[in-house]
Structures are given as structure tokens and as C-alpha cells.
């Protein structure tokens, strides 16, 4: 994600991806998006942290305007492999098996998890920057009844943070 296309404002942030990616096709790209603040722990709203985040990493940036950048000199733009370790590395720390989740997973669950909360497979799909509903239900919706990946994160983090 790249800050000139990262709106960052007080209760939410607006997110164009500009790359081309895996699943980008001629005259389909991912839509922008938003994430919503989460006023009700501002110890777990993403916002905040995003917030928190560039202040702390703005001296360090010079002229770099991806999002993540390394956290020891010389402060480059970070790989995708540096943050799936990343990911990784914060399920663990929240007890979650990393051998059997990983940084992957992350998106099965959570869209696994909108649509058991009812979302829509549509809404879904556009989230995902899916144009197949056959893609979801055949790689994405998994069954999450025994272990909500999600919440058990959510409630990892509170316990973590009190």
C-alpha cells in the first residue's frame, strides 16, 4: 500500500490499491476501500494504530511512501514475504497455532467470518476484489463454527491490552 493513495482521516482510512495484482484483469481492478474506526477499544482500532504508526515512522521515511517499512536502519520498504513473518509472528503472540494458521489464513477467516455474520456474498466479493462467487465458496468459506479466528483475536488482543 502506497501513502499517496491513503487517505488517513480521524474515524476511518479510504485505501486505493494502485499495483497491479494477482487478481487485477484488464478493465477490473480492486475497488478503494475503507476501514472504520473502532471507537469501542481504541486499543484494537486500526485506525489509531495507523495513525500511531506514521507519526512514529515519519523522520525515518524519507522519501518512501509504502506503507511498511523496516524497522531497522536503513528503513527500506519492506517485502510481502517480511510481512507475512510480521502476521505471522502477531498470531502467535496471540496464541493463536501457527500451524495451522498463518498469514494466509487471515483472509479466509475473516471473510469466512463476514459471511456468517451475514454480510453478503456481493459485499464480500467486492471486499475480496473477487469477480467469482466460485472462488469463495471453494477456496475462502470455510466452516468457523469451532474456532472463530477472528474473535478469538479480538479477545486474544483485549486480554492482551489490559
Known sequence: MDLRYIQVLPDR???SIQQVLKTTKPGKHQAPFEIQSFPSNECLCIVKRIHEYLSRTAALRKTH???FISFQSPFQPVSKD???RWVKETLKLAGIDT???SAH???AASTSAAHKAG???PEIMAAAGWSNA???AQYYCKTIDKYNFGQHILVSSSTLTS
Request: charged content about 15%.
Open 13 to 15: 482510512l479510504h485505501i
Open 65 to 67: 511512501t509504502q506503507l
Open 82 to 84: 517480511t510481512i507475512a
Open 99 to 101: 500451524g495451522k494458521f
Open 105 to 107: 489464513s487471515c483472509r
Open 119 to 121: 454480510l453478503s456474498l
Open 134 to 136: 466460485r472462488t469463495f
